[in-house]
């Protein structure tokens, strides 16, 4: 199977402030109630538990199944650019980054930083949002370019439930917000959640550590399957 779209490739980055990183060390320094140390100390344990799946262990994904469902290059909601890897894409030999996004943007805003070090790592990368329905979903204003939107509720089909990521009070139809990891064999090998989970305090002012330590471990995720690949070869 092949994907199709004929998209722009251009992207940008977005930089970290030198005022945000003095700011992350004044609140790791300040004295914390026994309230916030509790709260941290769940916060490290819930991340400590983000790991990436051993193969065997790992769900199937219907990868084709997401690669054929109705897709938008870029959202009509906002004058945007669009941006794909899609000329580099290899059916079977891609790594594929979702973005599964409901009501929040901080993960997608996350990823799109991080993607030109993924591509580095991972030269035929696919990132995708996948969301509700991609005529009406509304981008993160903090880019200038979107990756293509894949709808991921149809009248037969419904990824977030395959995922394993169906939001409980969605009334059947919005995610858990999240960035998933699929191997090149179609296997969910890695979850990061934003706004639940290890990632609940992720979107508050003092979440940038937890924003850091989520990122670190999806790097870390991509150089672990390119690294298998290597084995296996």
């Known amino acids: 199977m092949s994907m199709t779209l004929n998209l722009s490739r251009k992207r940008s980055r977005i930089t970290l402030e030198s005022d ?56 009509t909601a906002a004058q945007m ?60 204003i903090s880019v200038s370019e979107t990756l293509p939107l894949v709808q991921a509720v149809g009248t037969n089909y419904n990824h977030f439930v395959k995922l ?20 090149k064999r179609g296997r969910r090998r890695m979850v990061l959640p934003f706004g639940w989970g290890a990632g609940k305090h992720a979107g508050t002012s003092a979440g940038r550590g937890v924003q850091d330590a989520l990122m670190r471990r999806l790097r870390d995720c991509i150089e672990i399957l390119v690294q298998e690949d290597h084995t296996r070869t």
């Open 20 to 75: 945000d990183e003095v700011e992350e060390r004044r609140e790791q320094n300040a004295p914390l109630s026994p309230m916030d140390a509790l709260k941290r100390t769940r916060t490290r344990g819930e991340l400590d538990e983000v790991v990436v799946v051993p193969p065997d262990d790992a769900w199937a994904v219907d990868v084709e199944g997401i690669l054929a469902s109705p897709t938008l290059p870029c959202s």
């Open 164 to 183: 394993g990521l169906l939001h409980p009070l969605g009334g059947g139809h919005f995610p858990l917000d999240a960035l998933v990891v699929i191997d």
């Open 81 to 140: 650019k669009p941006h794909n890897n899609v000329d580099r894409f290899e059916n079977g030999e891609s790594i594929l980054v979702l973005c599964v996004q409901g009501n929040m943007h901080l993960h997608y805003d996350l990823l799109w930083a991080m993607l030109p070090d993924l591509y580095n790592l991972a030269p035929s990368l696919q990132a995708l949002v996948l969301c509700r329905d991609p005529s009406t979903h509304v981008p993160s």
